[in-house]
């Protein structure tokens, strides 16, 4: 009767774990800047068209040249594991060790810069379309960390645009995204089944819109035109800083010390939800590496302890955290900002590669762990976003999700 008890209960728990999302793992502290570098000069959410390679940079800041190994897993469209098999999806073989990696030079701070291009000679090709996540591993066989990216077929055209929101009680704050995707080179079986699109809001998988169904068809296009179901807070412009010079105060930076490294103090903000909105320029959150008089900036980039300051009352049971891609907007103990009870500041020190930031505070409520990216920046439906959209399609009978159709916009365009 125990075998049989302990079989039901494992019966009801496998299930729920396989079909659980997977999540990325962040890294340990001396492991930086993970990069792909495959089509953009810019740090940002990695989506590749079928055959490009894929290319992923990383620095580990112990000096100890460490080895490192890829491992490759293919998932559904709502990042549930795959039924595939590796040899499905992977020609050639993973687990492998990185084998490109270069020592800093001429910095202060002491780094190892690795490199790995797919294809290569073990992995010779990602054959299908879908969500894919690369995980990077010790020689310990201990998880550094994980990120995902996808792949797409060039099958569809997706027309994508900016509304101002629908709802009048939000019309000022939210921004709204229109689907229309032309069918005509490609046929569709039940598409009310079979298509899933996601809406990404600036490279930010955490607060991306899944599952959307098409509404109509009209004509030879599937139509997707909600009142709130697509819509996002608009938010604000991203701050900003550079150091691509650690010897002197540029963008954003006040004024600079050297110490153990370059320390940069950036000026101070303030809460800009009460504030008019104003037109500025950014990157959507992302990050470039740079570095003035360098001619490899890889390996000749520095690393310097980055301060951050906000003018900002203290929230009771709730936290504030530096926003941005420059580690996949994660919300750990390494972005948390603390309240100095004599400045009257929230304050927090990150150790950054030279270049260009974006970046922006959030709460964090303590209690339910709801984000709230408004809370300081404002949301305004001015402001400039980056919208990319994704559509996967399964056919009846088929084992896996299909990326067959990539659009982008931009809110720069938008429109009532």
């Known amino acids: ?65 460490e080895d490192f190994y890829y491992v490759i897993d293919y998932f559904n469209y709502d990042w549930t594991p795959s039924v595939l098999v590796k ?59 994980s990120r995902k990216f996808m792949i797409y077929e060039d099958v569809l055209k997706v027309g994508t645009s900016v509304k101002r929101s629908r709802d009048v009680k939000v019309i000022a704050e939210k921004q709204s995204v229109d689907l229309k995707i032309a069918t005509s080179r490609f046929n569709f079986n039940n598409p009310l089944e079979t298509v899933k699109a996601v809406i990404i809001q600036n490279n930010n998988l955490n607060t991306a819109i899944t599952d959307l169904k098409p509404q109509y068809t009209l004509g030879n296009e599937l139509i997707y035109r909600y009142d709130t179901e697509s819509a996002f807070w608009g938010g604000n412009e991203y701050l900003f800083f550079e150091n691509k010079d650690v010897r002197a105060a540029n963008i954003g930076v006040q004024f600079i010390d050297l110490q153990e490294l370059y320390h940069g103090y950036l000026f101070t903000n303030a809460s800009r939800k009460d504030r008019p909105y104003t037109y500025n320029p950014d990157i959507n959150g992302n990050f470039i590496i740079t570095a003035i008089d360098r001619t490899d900036v890889d390996v000749e980039a520095d690393y310097t302890m980055i301060h951050f300051s906000l003018a900002h009352q203290e929230l009771k049971g709730k936290d504030i955290y530096i926003y941005g891609n420059y580690n996949a907007f994660a919300l750990n103990e390494l972005n948390q900002m603390v309240f100095n009870t004599e400045s009257k500041r929230y304050e927090c020190i990150m150790r950054l590669k030279q270049g260009f930031y974006n970046y922006k505070y959030v709460v964090v409520d303590g209690a339910t762990g709801a984000l709230d990216e408004g809370a300081i920046s404002g949301d305004f439906w001015e402001t400039e976003n980056n919208y990319k959209v994704l559509v996967y399609y399964r056919d009846l009978g088929f084992r896996y999700d299909r990326l067959i159709g990539y659009g982008e916009a931009s809110s720069i365009d938008i429109s009532n």
């Open 87 to 145: 040899g499905e999806y992977l020609k050639g073989i993973d687990n492998q060790r990185i084998l490109t990696y270069d020592n800093s030079f001429n910095t202060y701070q002491i780094y190892s810069h690795y490199d790995l291009t797919i294809p290569n000679s073990q992995t010779r090709a990602l054959l299908k379309s879908g969500n894919y996540m690369i995980s990077i591993y010790d020689d310990y066989d201990e998880l550094m960390f």
């Open 1 to 65: 009767m125990k075998n049989t008890y302990y079989g039901l209960i494992l019966l009801l728990i496998v299930p729920s774990i396989l079909l659980s999302q997977v999540k990325e793992v962040h890294p340990p502290d001396f492991i930086k800047t993970i990069t792909f570098k495959s089509n953009t000069t810019q740090g940002q959410l990695p989506i590749l068209k079928l055959g490009e390679p894929l290319v992923l940079e990383f620095d580990a800041l112990n000096g100890d040249e």
